[in-house]
């Protein structure tokens, strides 16, 4: 790594030239540097807004699962056979799917090398449980804290190693070229604290910026994660499945899921006027025929959390839509009250299953917070380290984003399938579909960085970037960013923000609807052609916020096109979103079914992927294609060995 200035209109702008470049610093990002270093890539640099200030490390849930192969008793596990539970998702790659398979093992062991405690009995077996769309006992955890503890562990060993870290900066471009009739990556641009552009010349870079947690106004994602894919958007990078995401119930005022036992308790629901205080009354009641039939379905969100549109009819999901109902049709606020029992709560009402499991815990005690405290104490405590005592308030709630399983599009080195060099990983890459097992996004993040550390140590590890290459993009791209932060702008990049996430929550979330989608679609380039041609120039937290603006706009654009695509194509409902159709399935009998009917899934579909390809001036091309089916492995021991000794393996896509 060196440092040299580039000169420009009279100012010296930095220059770092680095071999491999890391951007973001969460799990995924973290172990993506390691396994670089440890292949023999030590010119290194990961670049991050700060080690504190990705998901992975302010995120988890009462159970944070994390996904691997099984390693417990006699439950026979295999690749293909976890493989085969990926693809049974939908709109997932067979190679994709056999590779985190493939790798679990490897990257599991690996964060328990580095002192990650992952519960195993007395013989030394990894002990699981079934997750979420998990046909076996692959699931584990350490906690509601999981993902924290590997990247603090991740962390611990890259200053062990001395890998360099730049905190508070953040990506603003990446700089691209043409080679050999294909786009490539050679660096990127990036302001510092002070707002100031710095230049990064790289051989690769590895994209590890999360998921679009500044996309929504309501929001599970940490407050300070507003992800970037839109940079690489911007840059022309393909995506994939980007309409598929997950939501559910969460709290807002201190952002975490509100799953497991904060459900299995069984707390009121309450709804207020907008002040939060007046008009307070319980809303639930008025949708079921018996307390003791809705309080099952709140039970049962405790483990079917994620909104699902297969359990809508006389299913735990229609809980999520009344709760939008009351907060974003209604303009109310939504509370859980963990002080008192729902309206004529009784537990001989309650259905087989939630009376049991609240028996097998010794629970049938008399308030929510009561059986919180005996299943869960930590459930409790969890809220007051953060201000929130739900022993004596309520607990504000809404149906949040939480997790996309698309983004960027990668081949099964976790190269991107369109641009050279540019290795998206974590769950900025779309690897997958509908449906995924609970906990497979933190496997498939670490799976990502020994692939890309892999495929750059055997294929990319030379330097061949040339420094007129790299200026000629640099210059190009300084010019066109110079002008917006030489300009003041017309508005506020806050209120700015807020339209955009208010726009995605509103049409791009769990419920949709095709008169929603165009208009959001039409308004959402409106809105990018006036940052297109607004400035910036203001303090250093103003150019920072709306030079990320930028890419947060384009990247809502492109998601809305490609989500309004999707519903037009016909795909229909499925995984945990729904798509109105006053023809379709009526969601509930004392709904008004004009409103509130959807349409059914097209399941073909699912034997497809969605790519997405943008350009700046707004042409977004979107298409199905067939998805790669599970590949036939040559497992004959001589010639899988040769193909891995002399390289061949590094040769396929």
């Not at 951007?23 to 440890?38: E, M, T, V």
């Not at 994620?306 to 809508?312: E, L, T």
């Not at 809980?319 to 029992?341: G, M, P």
């Not at 006036?530 to 384009?554: K, P, T, V, Y």
């Amino acid at each position: 790594m060196n440092e040299t200035k580039l000169k420009l209109e009279g100012k010296e702008i930095p220059v770092c030239h680095v071999h491999t470049l890391v951007i973001g610093s969460g799990a995924a990002g973290l172990n993506a540097a390691l396994q670089c270093h440890r292949k023999g890539v030590q010119d290194l640099l990961i670049i991050t807004e700060g080690l504190q200030m990705g998901t992975s490390i302010n995120t988890g849930s009462d159970k944070q699962t994390y996904y691997k192969l099984a390693m417990c008793g006699a439950d026979t596990d295999a690749p293909k056979v976890m493989a085969e539970t990926y693809m049974a998702g939908g709109s997932m790659h067979g190679d994709l799917a056999l590779v985190e398979a493939s790798l679990s093992a490897r990257a599991f062991l690996h964060l328990v090398n580095l002192g990650v405690p992952f519960p195993q009995d007395k013989y030394g077996q990894f002990v699981g449980y079934k997750t979420d769309h998990d046909p076996r006992q692959r699931a584990t955890s350490i906690g509601p804290y999981t993902s924290r503890e590997m990247c603090r562990a991740l962390i611990s060993e890259i200053q062990r190693c001395g890998i360099p870290v730049r905190e508070q900066r953040i990506v603003v471009s990446l700089l691209t070229t043409e080679e050999n009739g294909q786009k490539r990556v050679v660096g990127a641009v990036a302001l510092d604290e002070k707002g100031a552009l710095e230049l990064y010349a790289s051989e690769n870079v590895i994209f590890a910026a999360g998921g679009p947690g500044g996309l929504y106004k309501t929001s599970v994602y940490p407050p300070v994660h507003t992800g970037s894919i839109g940079v690489a958007l911007m840059a022309g990078a393909k995506a994939q499945s980007l309409p598929e995401s997950q939501y559910g119930l969460a709290s807002i005022k201190f952002r975490w899921n509100v799953s497991g036992t904060y459900m299995q308790v069984v707390p009121r629901f309450i709804s207020t006027a907008a002040d939060g205080k007046s008009d307070e009354r319980e809303f639930m009641p008025d949708y079921f025929d018996s307390p003791g039939t809705m309080n099952s379905m709140v039970f049962l969100k405790g483990y079917q959390w994620p909104f699902d549109s297969r359990k809508i009819t006389g299913g735990s999901s229609i809980v999520d839509i009344l709760v939008y109902i009351e907060t974003v049709i209604k303009n109310r606020r939504v509370f859980l009250d963990f002080h008192q029992n729902p309206a004529g709560f009784d537990f001989k009402d309650l259905s087989d299953e939630a009376r049991t499991y609240l028996a097998n815990s010794n629970a049938l005690l008399d308030t929510p917070i009561a059986r919180l405290q005996k299943m869960n104490p930590g459930a409790i405590e969890l809220y007051r380290d953060h201000g929130i005592d739900i022993t004596s308030e309520p607990l504000e709630i809404a149906v949040c984003a939480q997790h996309n399983n698309g983004g960027l599009a990668g081949n099964l080195w976790w190269e991107s399938t369109n641009i050279k060099h540019l290795f998206p990983v974590g769950e900025v890459n779309g690897s997958h579909g509908v449906y995924r097992p609970g906990g497979s996004a933190l496997n498939s993040g670490q799976v990502a960085g020994f692939r890309a550390a892999d495929y750059i140590a055997a294929r990319y590890n030379e330097w061949t970037v040339s420094q007129a290459v790299f200026l000629s993009a640099a210059l190009t791209t300084l010019k066109e960013i110079g002008i917006i932060i030489g300009q003041k702008s017309d508005s506020d990049w806050r209120s700015e923000r807020d339209e955009l996430q208010k726009r995605m929550s509103r049409a791009a979330a769990h419920i949709r609807s095709k008169a929603d989608l165009d208009k959001a679609v039409a308004d959402a380039w409106v809105q990018w052609k006036r940052l297109q041609n607004s400035g910036c120039a203001g303090s250093a937290e103003e150019i920072r916020e709306s030079m990320c603006n930028r890419q947060l706009c384009f990247a809502h654009a492109v998601y809305l096109e490609a989500v309004n695509f999707a519903v037009k194509s016909g795909a229909g409902s499925r995984g945990s979103c729904i798509v109105l159709d006053p023809k379709g399935t009526r969601a509930h009998n004392r709904l008004n079914a004009e409103q509130w009917s959807f349409a059914p899934e097209d399941q073909s579909f699912r034997d497809k992927v969605l790519e997405t390809v943008a350009s700046p001036d707004g042409r977004v091309q979107s298409s199905w294609v067939p998805r790669r089916q599970l590949p036939e492995s040559d497992s004959w021991f001589e010639t899988a060995w040769a193909a891995y000794r002399d390289g061949v393996i590094y040769s396929g896509k």
